[in-house]
């Protein structure tokens, strides 16, 4: 009897030290909800064709964008994967998962991962193509090392994306020699941490049809392009005045109202000043009123001086700008006002003067007035007046587009005149940026408007005068 009793209990014993050892096995609460556990999950669960896992981070990179732009289904790990051991872990789970991945992106930090690392991935699994991003850090972590530390890594980057050059399954991108991007601190938000319309951007940038993939042929120069920009910013850093204190409203076109991110004109601005910027362009819309643009910018202005944004569509950027200016928490003691118009007055063919010096129908008359009513209200304001730039529409500016209208160049040359009569700054960008009808697809995108490196010299060259 006894030696049953004793049985019983000894069994017990293991059943409960089973339950325990069980128990603490499990994952517990504060497990489930780590980045590693609920993407090792995903991966294990859920169905996909795609996949995105990297070493830096990669938050801001949107599922739905690929799915939108690339047509894939993918599964995206916001965790870094700072050990070989953790990122072959989830290529494991993913690879396991029955899921028929087809294209695998990697963004990789390379003194994270060796060649040989990656190349054994690339081997093991050969049937998925691998699109490799190189991590591309602001221009501050450059320029924060020592020319020995810099040296090193930049030929740990070149070892790197030589090395997987020679697998038929990798696809390597090089975004560190891009300076409109690792030069402007409000593309960041952090170190390697783009935020998220970079990041689409950079998305976007990731395939076949675009000059960031590597290839043998130029790979030597594109490093070349890569350490040029680094040393030159680290042995002579540009030093942009501090802003903080400036409200910047930038008027204009589609040049200035199209693009609202990081990488637009104001963004620039903003970035390398740090001022407190207003996008109020109006795209599609020229200076002067007419047919094509019943509100002007002497309406626009009207707008900012009476306080009232509602005159404005708004569904426009116009609208939220003026609005956002008109309704700012903080007053700023400094107030410059940028104005960027003249290319759809030249697409119009409105008349560059008339006899009458205000006459709102004529492309100076429309900066004159609109310029007069800003130092009315804004007596201590600086203002600051831009050419268009250069374009290849109408015979690269040369055809004259109505019987009142003249070629590009001379609503290019009216601009100093408005500016000298109205004793107001003015930024030529015409002739500044080297444009021609021979080398337009370098700084345009469209034959028109700036691409995102032009639009950094334009806000580059802005944020140098504020001084």
């Keep these: 009897m006894k030696n049953k009793t004793r049985l019983l209990i000894l069994l017990a014993g293991i059943l409960i030290l089973s339950g325990a050892f069980w128990w603490c096995l499990r994952p517990t609460e504060k497990v489930l909800h780590t980045p590693s556990f609920q993407g090792l999950q995903r991966l ?68 994270k991962l060796s060649p040989e690392i990656l190349g054994d991935i690339l081997e093991t699994y050969p049937e998925t193509s691998f699109e ?24 740990c980057y070149y070892d790197l994306a030589s090395s997987m050059l020679s697998y038929e399954n990798a696809r390597v991108y090089l975004f560190s020699g ?52 680094i040393y030159s910013y680290k042995e002579a850093p540009i030093q942009y005045p501090d802003a903080s204190n400036w409200d910047i409203v930038f008027l204009g076109d589609s040049i200035i109202g199209n693009f609202t991110d990081s990488s637009s004109v104001p963004g620039v601005v903003r970035g390398l000043t740090g001022a407190n910027v207003y996008n109020c362009g109006y795209g599609g819309r020229g200076a002067a009123r007419n047919e094509h643009t019943p509100i002007a910018l002497p309406d626009v202005v009207n707008c900012i001086t009476a306080g009232d944004a509602s005159p404005l569509p708004v569904e426009e950027q116009v609208y939220k700008g003026v609005n956002a200016f008109l309704e ?21 063919g409105v008349p560059v003067e008339t006899a009458d010096s205000y006459d709102i129908t004529s492309y100076s008359g ?83 408007h ?9 806000g580059s060259f802005i944020a140098e005068l504020v001084e």
């Design 44 to 111: 294990q669960r859920e169905t996909y064709d795609t996949i995105f896992l990297s070493t830096f981070p990669v938050t801001e990179y949107q599922e739905e964008d690929y799915s939108r732009f690339r047509g894939m289904t993918m599964v995206k790990n916001d965790m870094c994967m700072v050990t070989e051991k953790i990122l072959r872990r989830h290529l494991q789970a993913a690879f396991s998962s029955g899921n028929e991945i087809h294209t695998a992106y990697l963004g990789v930090q390379p003194d």
């Design 132 to 155: 490799i991003i190189l991590s591309y850090p602001q221009m501050s972590y450059w320029t924060h090392m020592e020319d020995m530390e810099c040296e090193d890594m930049i030929a």
């Design 178 to 229: 891009t300076e409109w991007l690792i030069c402007n601190p409000a593309n960041y938000a952090g170190t390697f941490h783009t935020n998220k319309e970079i990041s689409r951007t950079l998305m976007l940038n990731t395939d076949d049809s675009h000059g960031f993939m590597l290839s043998t042929e130029q790979l030597d120069a594109t490093f070349t392009t890569m350490s040029d920009l």
């Design 328 to 348: 700012r928490e903080t007053i700023a003691p400094n107030l410059m006002f940028v104005i960027n118009h003249g290319l759809n007055d030249y697409f119009t």
């Design 366 to 448: 429309a900066l004159r007035t609109a310029i007069r009513d800003l130092q009315t209200h804004f007596p201590g304001a600086e203002i600051l007046l831009n050419t268009s730039n250069f374009t290849t529409f109408f015979d690269n500016g040369k055809e004259i587009n109505s019987h009142r209208g003249g070629q590009l160049i001379d609503y290019v040359n009216a601009v100093p005149m408005v500016a000298r009569d109205m004793n107001v700054n003015v930024l030529d960008v015409y002739h500044l940026l080297p444009i021609t009808d021979e080398n337009w697809q370098l700084y345009l995108s469209d034959g028109c």
């Design 450 to 458: 700036p691409n995102e490196m032009t639009r950094f010299y334009l």
